[in-house]
């Protein structure tokens, strides 16, 4: 059972390239959701689907869009990327039940030179 | 929005207690606690909800208090496998699925 994969798990960019990073999961969960984690910050919510056609910004919204593709896959586009990005991206997802867990991916490691 | 956790970090021996506290100025539906290595992702503990129930997981336990708007995790005779950062997640609502994350508390346990 592979859970929440993100791929990729690391990527170098210059600053103003674009990319997206990918999120799928095989648990049927309805929520999605994308955060960064940088040192003494913890987990800041980028963006979220609560359920499949539905996308909201989260604390850190800025620079970044999402779509969600399907009920498995959520992805995070950067269209122009800055310095300010560098940053671990975790993807996670979660059942439709209030007392339902997140899973976690296992991140991916971004540099913006 | 965002939950404060304190203490920001804790150092203890192998066998001690520690109590690590979240706590948000709103009303809060749902509390998660995780643990988190170095190089990891977050791994769940344990879920409480609006009712202020308590749950144990081991010598891991935490309660809700709903007056306070406050839940603790409680780690009882530590183990060098508890070592890691600790985060609380809040969900305000249930209906929008919106998790935010308190800053962490890093728990280090040495022999």
Redesign the interface.
Not at chain 1, 85 to 106: D, E, I, K, M
Not at chain 2, 70 to 82: I, P, V, W
Not at chain 2, 91 to 100: F, T
């Given at each position: 059972n592979a859970g929440v994969t993100q791929t990729p798990k690391f990527q170098v960019l210059k600053t103003g390239q674009s990319m997206t990073l990918q999120c799928a999961q095989d648990m049927n969960h309805n929520?999605m959701?994308w955060?960064r984690q940088d040192p003494?910050?913890?987990?800041?919510?980028i963006y979220?689907s609560?359920?499949e056609g539905t996308t909201?910004k989260?604390?850190v919204p800025n620079g970044y869009n999402v779509s969600r593709l399907n009920k498995r896959e959520f992805s995070l586009r950067l269209e122009s990327a800055a310095p300010s990005q560098t940053s671990v991206y975790?993807c996670a997802s979660?059942a439709g039940q209030?007392?339902?867990?997140?899973?976690?991916?296992?991140?991916t490691r971004l540099t913006v030179t | 929005q965002q939950p404060v956790q304190s203490p920001q970090a804790v150092i203890l021996r192998e066998g001690e207690d520690a109590v690590i506290n979240c706590s948000s100025s709103k009303a809060l539906y749902s509390v998660h606690w995780y643990r988190q290595k170095h190089g990891e992702a977050p791994v769940f503990l344990m879920i409480l909800l609006k009712g202020g129930e308590q749950k144990g997981h081991d010598k891991i336990s935490a309660s809700f208090n709903e007056k306070k708007q406050q839940s603790s995790l409680y780690l009882t005779a530590s183990q060098l496998s508890y070592s890691g950062t600790y985060f609380c997640g809040t969900e305000m609502d249930g209906n929008n699925r919106k998790l935010i994350w308190g800053l962490g508390t890093s728990l280090a346990v040495n022999p």
């Amino acid at each position: 059972n592979a859970g929440v994969t993100q791929t990729p798990k690391f990527q170098v960019l210059k600053t103003g390239q674009s990319m997206t990073l990918q999120c799928a999961q095989d648990m049927n969960h309805n929520s999605m959701y994308w955060y960064r984690q940088d040192p003494g910050m913890g987990l800041r919510l980028i963006y979220y689907s609560a359920s499949e056609g539905t996308t909201d910004k989260g604390e850190v919204p800025n620079g970044y869009n999402v779509s969600r593709l399907n009920k498995r896959e959520f992805s995070l586009r950067l269209e122009s990327a800055a310095p300010s990005q560098t940053s671990v991206y975790f993807c996670a997802s979660r059942a439709g039940q209030s007392n339902s867990p997140l899973h976690f991916g296992n991140g991916t490691r971004l540099t913006v030179t | 929005q965002q939950p404060v956790q304190s203490p920001q970090a804790v150092i203890l021996r192998e066998g001690e207690d520690a109590v690590i506290n979240c706590s948000s100025s709103k009303a809060l539906y749902s509390v998660h606690w995780y643990r988190q290595k170095h190089g990891e992702a977050p791994v769940f503990l344990m879920i409480l909800l609006k009712g202020g129930e308590q749950k144990g997981h081991d010598k891991i336990s935490a309660s809700f208090n709903e007056k306070k708007q406050q839940s603790s995790l409680y780690l009882t005779a530590s183990q060098l496998s508890y070592s890691g950062t600790y985060f609380c997640g809040t969900e305000m609502d249930g209906n929008n699925r919106k998790l935010i994350w308190g800053l962490g508390t890093s728990l280090a346990v040495n022999p």
